[in-house]
T-cell receptor, first 114, second 111 residues
Framework: ETGVTQSPTHLIKTRGQQVTLRCSSQ?????VSWYQQALGQGPQFIFQ???????GRGNFPPRFSGLQFPNYSSELNVNALELDDSALYLC?????????????FGQGTRLTVV | DQQVKQNSPSLSVQEGRISILNCDYT??????FLWYKKYPAEGPTFLIS?????DKNEDGRFTVFLNKSAKHLSLHIVPSQPGDSAVYFC??????????FGQGTRLTINP
């Protein structure tokens, strides 16, 4: 059984650029959620994908978008990067449903916008 | 609006003693609560959870208590070990969709 893996681990981008972060979910999990963790804060929910469909979205602007693929891996895309987008981006996978609320996190991608 | 709050940014406990981490929430619709542990350069690791229909859940050295009337939960670690030093996040869920996290408490276990 493989865990949740994210790539890249670190990334530096310039304001205004676009970025794509990737996540491979844990084997057997069909639900992927993305979180943004700013320095000194708890993770904040961006959105969730269940079987390739968006299944809920947090308070993030439309320039944050995502995809889930048939193998349940996922991408997070951020357009028109702003300095405040600098954060740790976490991907979490779960089995879905009320009986499987526990989410398993990847190690995160540290994004720095300069 | 911070729906889940951890008011203690840090906590220092002697090895072997009890560590108690606290968490308050405001949304009465939350139906599931979880605790995660996070080491530097790693993602959060699931520790223990509790459904809103229970008031206690125990797993080895870790026990979570839920007081719904006070909208308060706590994590007890007994006995505390040096490897428990980490940042602990309280999280809550409504309808098994998203997790709402607190700001975290940094626990340091002193030898």
């Amino acid at each position: 059984e493989t865990g949740v893996t994210q790539s890249p681990t670190h990334l530096i981008k310039t304001r205004g650029q676009q970025v794509t972060l990737r996540c491979s979910s844990q084997s057997g999990h069909n639900t992927v959620s993305w979180y943004q963790q700013a320095l000194g804060q708890g993770p904040q929910f961006i959105f969730q994908y269940y079987r390739e469909e968006e299944n809920g979205r947090g308070n993030f602007p439309p320039r944050f978008s995502g995809l889930q693929f048939p193998n349940y891996s996922s991408e997070l895309n951020v357009n028109a990067l702003e300095l405040d987008d600098s954060a740790l981006y976490l991907c979490a996978s779960s089995s879905g449903g009320r009986q499987n609320i526990e989410a398993f996190f990847g190690q995160g991608t540290r994004l720095t916008v300069v | 609006d911070q729906q889940v709050k951890q008011n203690s940014p840090s906590l220092s406990v002697q090895e072997g003693r009890i560590s108690i981490l606290n968490c308050d929430y405001t949304n009465s619709m939350f139906d599931y609560f979880l605790w995660y542990k996070k080491y530097p350069a790693e993602g959060p690791t699931f520790l223990i959870s509790i459904s809103s229909i229970k008031d206690k859940n125990e797993d080895g050295r870790f026990t979570v208590f839920l007081n719904k009337s006070a909208k308060h939960l706590s994590l007890h670690i007994v006995p505390s070990q040096p490897g428990d030093s980490a940042v602990y996040f309280c999280a809550a869920s409504e309808g098994a969709q998203k997790l709402v996290f607190g700001q975290g408490t940094r626990l340091t276990i002193n030898p």
